[in-house]
């Protein structure tokens, strides 16, 4: 496992883990990201990304993108 700032521009990955307080995975899970689901980066710059989960485009800083584990 990896966080997904590690995954390279235009990988897919699966989210295995989602880590932090209970209202930050329940935010991030109101988004799309939820264990088993697949995520694509788009783009990356100075570490923060822009994601694609489901059929939409998220844009997420360096320290939301740690919490989530590929």
Do not use: C, W, Y
Request: aromatic letters at 2%.
């Amino acid at each position: 496992m990896m966080p997904l700032t590690m995954a390279k521009v235009g990988e897919t990955a699966t989210i295995r883990k989602i880590s932090g307080k209970d209202e930050v995975r329940q935010h991030l899970a109101e988004l799309g990201f939820v264990v088993d689901s697949a995520v694509m980066v788009v783009s990356e710059i100075a570490g923060n990304l822009i994601v694609q989960v489901k059929d939409s485009r998220i844009a997420l800083d360096k320290t939301m993108a740690n919490r989530i584990m590929i």
